[in-house]
Every structure is written in C-alpha cells, then in structure tokens.
C-alpha cells in the first residue's frame, strides 16, 4: 500500500513539474500591451497571436438594440480584443448575423481573429453549417473554426464517423478555415477522447476557472495533454457561465480575481462575456494591467473556494443538460422545454 502510494505520489509530481514547464512556456510568450492594444498570446500550432481576451459571441446576440450590440464590438476592438468568439447557433443565428454587420464596416474583418463553431457532426450537415456562418458573417473564410459542444460521450465518434471531420478537412483546403478545434464543457474525459483521436487539433476551448481546480477538473487533466500536443488552449466560464454577472460572485470571488486567475493559466485566451460598453472598457483595462499570479496566490484563491467548489455547485454545466445547447440536446434525443 506504501509503495502504491509512494508511486501515485511520484506520478502526480513528475505531471506536476511537466504541467509547470508547459504553463511557463506559453506565459512567457505573452506579449506586453500597447498602448492601444492587449496583450497577446501564441494560441498553441497555430502560431498565431491572438488578444488573451476574445469577446463572447453569445452575449452579442443577447443584446435587444442591434445598434448596441454592434457599438460593443466596434468598442471592443478599438480596445485591443481582437478575438472574436462565436457559435452557428447563438440565439438562432443573430449571434453571427449580428458580428457579420459590425466587421462588415470599415474594413474591421481583417482586424479581427475570428472563430465560430460547427453544431453539426456529419458531413453534409457541418457543410451547411459552415456556408451558413460564412454567409451570416459575412466573411469567406473563418480563422478557427471549432466543433461546439462535445458534451457527450459519443460526440467524438459521432465527428469521425459521420463525416464532420471530412468536411472540415475539406473547408481547409478550399480555404474557407484556417484552423480547426473543438469545444466543450461537460467532462474532462470526453475533452481527453478527442485529444487521443488520430487528428492534430489546433485548439481546444473549455471551461478555465478557480472552481474547475476542484470539481472535473479540466486545468489539471486536460490542459497538460492539450499542451503536450501544442493545441492552443482557449478557456470560458472563467466567472461561471452565461449570466452576465457571474455566478461565482453568490461566493464572494470578485471578477477581478476570477479573471486574473483564469488568465495565470496557461490559455491562449479567455473567452469573456460582456454586454455593456461598461464592462468591455473594465474588461480591456483588466487585461492590460494583467500581471500572473504566484504560485502561492492561486493557491491561495483555491483554498478559498475549496468548500463551495467540490460538490459543483457553482459548474452546473458539467453536471446537467440543462446548460447544454438546445439543438445539441435534441441532437440526442433530449426534450427541449
């Protein structure tokens, strides 16, 4: 039994010093702000430098004024996030329609790093998936574009199987996608699936936060695998969801210090959520100002939440369908309500 343990202990040391080594490989790469700009991060084989905030695309298409949301993005890149997130089935296309109207004007397209995801698994879908952004964006090619939501266990099949990855595979090579990945929120171990599939990912988008170090952890048994394989890593959920307060405030953490901690990982860039010019300019101001956080900070910060992170209260989206995507739910044969 000693010896059992003397072996686990050594194992979680030797993927300790490892996750320690990659972590300062990609924090090191990150570039200071200008004074117009935030800083950057290489986002894994692309070797490309994307801002380390991207702007959530579901919260533009939560905005009622269409005026509004476009004056955010406008706002938003003239602070420096020059990533922008975004989904097929945000609020039923208005997420994409939405940003296609504000990168439309003034040549902004070019500006921007630009990712939208594929809800679809088979072939022809993931292709009408595809024309379907493209043309709602109003762009012909996407820099990223991602397969949303493997939140089940069979979605990796499913994405081989079915031909969704034919056709992205295909879209690269008619230069209508420059970069492939995944997304997901659910469990560490279907993330961990499509990392063991016979493809090099680009990236690989999931849930980054204080909380996750406790409960599914993805920062511990995902992220030094996607990093093994130089698969950019794109964090969300850094404050806990899609409420545009947080749902971690109800435990005391500030977003100040979510956000800080999510970003002293090693991520590319993290995905936030904003719906007020408010909140973008407190966003950016984050970002610039960002400095890591020691070893023993984080640590401390997750001690602090150690009580309330454990039972996944506050991460509902790796327990239950209910933060899974509508049309994912009836993809699998869930009542949608």
Known sequence: MKETTRRDFLKQAAVGATLAALSEKVLAQTSPASATGLPTRVLGRTGQRVSILALGGWHIGSIKDDAESIRLMHAALDEGITFFDN???????????????ALAEDGRRQKVFLMTKNCERDYEGSQRCLDDSLRRLRTDHLDLWQFHEMVYDNDPDWVFEKGGLRAALEARKAGKVRFIGFTGHKHPNIHLKMLEKPFDWDTAQMPINVMDAHYR????QVVPVALGKDVGVIGMKGYGGSSPEGIMSRSGLSAAEAYRYSLSQPVSAQVVGLITLDQVKQAAALARSFTPMSAAEQAALRDK???VAGDGRYELFKSTVVFDGPYHRKQHGFVVV
């Open 305 to 307: 939440v150690r009580d």
């Open 87 to 101: 989904a097929w089935d945000y609020h039923d296309g208005r997420s994409e329609e939405l940003m296609g109207r």
């Open 217 to 220: 952890s993805f920062q511990n």
